[in-house]
């Protein structure tokens, strides 16, 4: 359509299906989950569209179920970078010429199909590869991941639309062009929907990409880069590379065409990222956009005024669900003594309710941690807590890797707020609290402020109006995103826009058109229609 301005469809938020006992999805999702737990694929490279195999296997086992292998993929080798850069050159031509309504056409058929019959397959690959409940894989996998692709196209729309003024006699115009060069996708093992965002956002806007996925997570993204191809992504446009970081990003960051670097993983690998290519700068055609979601030690406040339950509650959640594995997860908590002696012994006795195991027993409530370095790293934690004065564990505090990596829901109190756990990310089920006295509200704020480096979200509960705005005044650049009387988890596309500063990276707020701006430069275009033909000036007569 050459002589159109069209209208994007409306994108709303994709409702969540609730797998209750009996329904339909739950049906066909059982069936799914079988289906992909019998099958072992191998998964290869796609450069330009092709498979390739480099007969360096590497399994991709059930964090929960760790003797179960769920497929194996094929590790890329550098050499296979500069290839697929070349495959994302060759693309480019004709993608960034491609009216951005085509482009956009891909997306949302992607968003279709995914909301449609390729919901369960990519929620059992979520659950199965990353040991995500049912909740939490349909929450990720398929709502999150279709708001994503349709709202990036509503807010690419919008950002094409805005035109600047033109003056009698010219017009101007603003085209907001891709970046000279590819994006380096690196995307993170906990969310299947965070995994493709990453690469399809700056796609949308006219960029090729090479995109690493993380090891533990290449069962769902093997999936989903079938549904991108599905839906009609050409070539080239997307180019996969299972494969260890250490190995590949170097030589991709190092390219002199490197356009941008699309991250969201931990904050000592992007700081290591930024710095090569602060080394590399002189080399580079442009200068590259960095853009990256990092750590997070994101915290609750507990005011005298607030509802215990609706406290406890969103520690169970903000802190457990996933298993504490998102950058969002409440890990440390700031408790008013009066609000923990409501709350203390419901919680406790909450927390050590949760069940713990597969997640293919849907009456569980979390699943195994992804690895064994991360089941190791948060044993050695708990280890901490029990030999550290004025430090208590109260819930949990047990792990056992015989069958999957299971570290029980844990819950620690601490008399020192400056302790270890109260300031490095865990990414796990460990929550860490410290009770204060209902009359040092002020001095906690400051303390939820400095104890941390990372700023990524936060949470305040009051009842009580002053305290809100208080604390929403004081903790102003704690938390790139802040709630008040809800957990700091559960970002919604086009609701509330995700991302941090400080440790937590550089604020870019996936699902918004702040982070499609990232991807693209713009270039103004000026026409006078009736030029001027005499060189002088009104004042030199």
Same mark, same amino acid.
């Given at each position: 359509?050459?002589?159109?301005?069209?209208?994007?469809?409306?994108?709303?938020?994709?409702?969540?299906?609730?797998?209750?006992?009996?329904?339909?999805?739950?049906?066909?999702?059982?069936?799914?989950?079988?289906? *992909?737990?019998g099958e072992c694929p191998e998964i290869p490279l796609v450069i330009g569209g092709q498979r390739l195999t480099t007969g360096r296997l590497v399994p991709?086992? @059930?964090?929960?179920?760790?003797?179960?292998?769920?497929?194996?993929?094929?590790?890329?080798?550098?050499?296979?970078?500069?290839?697929?850069?070349?495959?994302?050159?060759?693309?480019?031509?004709?993608?960034?010429?491609?009216?951005?309504?085509?482009?956009?056409?891909?997306?949302?058929?992607?968003?279709?199909?995914?909301?449609?019959?390729?919901?369960?397959?990519?929620?059992?690959?979520? @659950?199965?590869?990353?040991?995500?409940?049912?909740?939490?894989?349909?929450?990720?996998?398929? /709502?999150?991941?279709?708001?994503?692709?349709?709202?990036?196209?509503?807010?690419?729309?919008?950002?094409?639309?805005?035109?600047?003024?033109?003056?009698?006699?010219?017009?101007?115009?603003?085209?907001?062009?891709?970046?000279?060069?590819?994006?380096?996708? *690196?995307?993170?093992?906990?969310?299947?929907?965070?995994?493709?965002?990453?690469?399809?956002?700056?796609?949308?806007?006219?960029?090729?990409?090479?995109?690493?996925?993380?090891?533990?997570?290449?069962?769902?993204?093997?999936?989903?880069?079938?549904?991108?191809?599905?839906?009609?992504?050409?070539? $080239?446009?997307?180019?996969?590379?299972?494969?260890?970081?250490?190995?590949?990003?170097?030589?991709?960051? $190092?390219?002199?065409? *490197? #356009?941008?670097?699309?991250?969201? #993983?931990?904050?000592?690998?992007?700081?290591?990222?930024?710095?090569?290519?602060?080394?590399?700068?002189?080399?580079?055609?442009?200068?590259?956009?960095?853009?990256?979601?990092?750590?997070?030690?994101?915290?609750?406040?507990?005011?005298?005024?607030?509802?215990?339950?609706?406290?406890?509650?969103?520690?169970?959640?903000? $802190?457990?669900?996933?298993?504490?594995?998102? /950058?969002?997860?409440?890990?440390?908590?700031? *408790?008013?003594?009066?609000?923990?002696?409501?709350?203390?012994?419901?919680?406790?006795?909450?927390?050590?309710?949760? &069940?713990?195991?597969?997640?293919?027993?849907?009456?569980?409530? /979390?699943?195994?941690?992804?690895?064994?370095?991360?089941?190791?790293?948060?044993?050695?934690?708990?280890?901490?807590?029990?030999?550290?004065? #004025?430090?208590?564990?109260?819930?949990?505090?047990? /792990?056992?890797?015989?069958? $999957?990596?299971?570290?029980?829901?844990?819950?620690?109190?601490t008399e020192d707020p400056s302790v270890r756990l109260m300031r490095d990310e865990l990414f796990g089920p460990i929550v860490t609290a410290h009770v204060f006295p209902d009359h040092?509200?002020?001095?906690?704020?400051?303390?939820?402020?400095?104890?941390?480096?990372?700023?990524?979200?936060?949470?305040?509960?009051?009842?009580?109006?002053?305290?809100?705005?208080?604390?929403?005044?004081?903790?102003?650049?704690?938390?790139? =995103?802040?709630?008040? =009387?809800?957990?700091?988890?559960?970002?919604?596309?086009?609701?509330?826009?995700?991302?941090?500063?400080?440790?937590? &990276?550089?604020?870019?707020?996936?699902?918004?058109?702040?982070?499609?701006?990232?991807?693209?430069?713009?270039?103004?275009?000026?026409?006078?229609?009736?030029?001027?033909?005499?060189?002088?000036?009104?004042?030199?007569?």
């Open positions: 359509m050459h002589d159109a301005i069209v209208a994007v469809p409306p994108p709303g938020n994709d409702p969540v299906l609730g797998y209750a006992p009996g329904s339909p999805e739950r049906a066909r999702l059982e069936v799914e989950l079988a289906r *992909l737990a991709v086992v @059930m964090p929960h179920a760790h003797r179960h292998v769920v497929a194996h993929f094929h590790a890329a080798e550098p050499a296979h970078v500069e290839q697929a850069i070349r495959a994302a050159a060759d693309a480019r031509r004709e993608w960034e010429t491609m009216r951005w309504e085509a482009r956009a056409a891909v997306f949302l058929r992607a968003a279709e199909l995914l909301a449609g019959p390729w919901r369960e397959r990519i929620i059992a690959a979520t @659950m199965l590869g990353q040991s995500k409940t049912v909740h939490q894989a349909e929450i990720d996998a398929a /709502c999150e991941l279709v708001d994503f692709l349709r709202w990036n196209v509503a807010y690419a729309a919008r950002l094409y639309a805005e035109q600047p003024a033109s003056a009698p006699g010219m017009w101007n115009m603003m085209e907001l062009r891709p970046l000279e060069g590819f994006t380096f996708a *690196l995307t993170p093992f906990n969310f299947t929907a965070i995994a493709l965002n990453l690469p399809t956002a700056p796609a949308l806007m006219g960029n090729t990409v090479v995109w690493k996925p993380s090891e533990s997570q290449m069962l769902a993204a093997w999936h989903t880069l079938l549904l991108l191809e599905e839906a009609g992504l050409p070539p $080239g446009v997307i180019n996969m590379l299972p494969g260890f970081g250490h190995e590949l990003a170097p030589v991709a960051v $190092g390219h002199r065409d *490197l #356009g941008a670097i699309h991250f969201t #993983g931990s904050t000592e690998v992007f700081r290591a990222l930024w710095r090569q290519g602060g080394e590399n700068i002189a080399g580079y055609r442009s200068y590259p956009r960095l853009v990256g979601e990092t750590g997070g030690k994101d915290f609750i406040v507990a005011h005298p005024s607030a509802d215990p339950r609706a406290v406890a509650t969103a520690i169970v959640r903000g $802190g457990y669900e996933y298993q504490g594995q998102k /950058c969002s997860a409440s890990s440390r908590v700031y *408790l008013a003594a009066s609000v923990w002696k409501q709350l203390e012994a419901e919680l406790v006795a909450t927390i050590d309710e949760l &069940g713990v195991g597969d997640v293919r027993d849907f009456s569980n409530f /979390c699943g195994g941690v992804i690895k064994q370095s991360a089941f190791d790293r948060h044993a050695a934690a708990i280890a901490e807590a029990r030999e550290t004065g #004025g430090m208590k564990v109260l819930a949990g505090g047990t /792990c056992d890797a015989r069958d $999957g990596w299971f570290v029980r829901p844990t819950f620690i109190t040092a509200w002020g001095e906690v704020l400051d303390l939820v402020d400095r104890t941390s480096p990372y700023a990524l979200t936060g949470a305040v509960f009051a009842r009580e109006r002053t305290a809100l705005v208080e604390a929403t005044t004081r903790l102003r650049h704690a938390a790139g =995103n802040f709630y008040l =009387n809800d957990k700091p988890t559960g970002a919604v596309v086009g609701q509330q826009p995700f991302g941090g500063a400080r440790a937590s &990276g550089t604020d870019d707020k996936a699902g918004s058109a702040l982070n499609l701006l990232r991807f693209v430069a713009a270039r103004t275009i000026k026409e006078t229609f009736v030029p001027a033909t005499d060189w002088r000036y009104p004042y030199q007569g």
